[in-house]
């Protein structure tokens, strides 16, 4: 991206774009809010793209809105992938859903539930994990005692 790409005010659609980066329930909305902030060099995006590179749960959105900020010539430090935990007590919220559900529920009954109650933990935990989401959440889901 040169420079002669990107504008330097807001776009017509800022206020827009802003909620979509702040929706916690929709890691593709928020990452697509951030190509799209991206075409614009301002102060106010600047610091939605920080915001989001510090403390988006999902790794994706932290590096897109990286490397939006370093095409800025924004001095910034590549975000860590390691991360322990997406949320705390991740183990406790699965355990509470599935006590909730029938003993003898299903996995896909208990991911419905696990997304119509926690989309948040869903959601980010879809977009961290990736292909590899329902293996770990199927493991978790098993491994969790009632």
């Given at each position: 991206m040169n420079n002669e790409e990107l504008n330097n005010g807001?776009?017509?659609n800022?206020?827009?774009l802003k909620k979509a980066a702040g929706r916690s329930a929709d890691w593709r909305a928020r990452l697509e809010?951030?190509?799209e902030l991206?075409?614009?060099n301002h102060k106010q995006i600047i610091d939605i793209l920080n915001r989001l590179m510090v403390s988006d749960p999902v790794y994706t959105v932290q590096e897109a809105a990286y490397?939006?900020?370093k095409a800025f010539g924004e001095e910034v430090t590549v975000p860590s992938k390691n991360k322990a935990e997406l949320f705390r007590g991740i183990s406790k919220?699965?355990?509470r859903i599935k006590k909730s559900l029938p003993r003898d529920h299903s996995y896909e009954e208990f991911?419905?539930?696990l997304k119509k109650m926690r989309v948040d933990v869903y959601d980010a935990y879809e977009g961290e994990k990736g292909e590899n989401f329902d293996a770990w959440l199927h493991k978790l889901w098993?491994?969790?005692t009632k």
């Open positions: 807001l776009p017509e800022y206020e827009e809010a951030v190509e991206g075409r614009f490397e939006k900020l919220i699965v355990l991911k419905e539930k098993a491994s969790a």
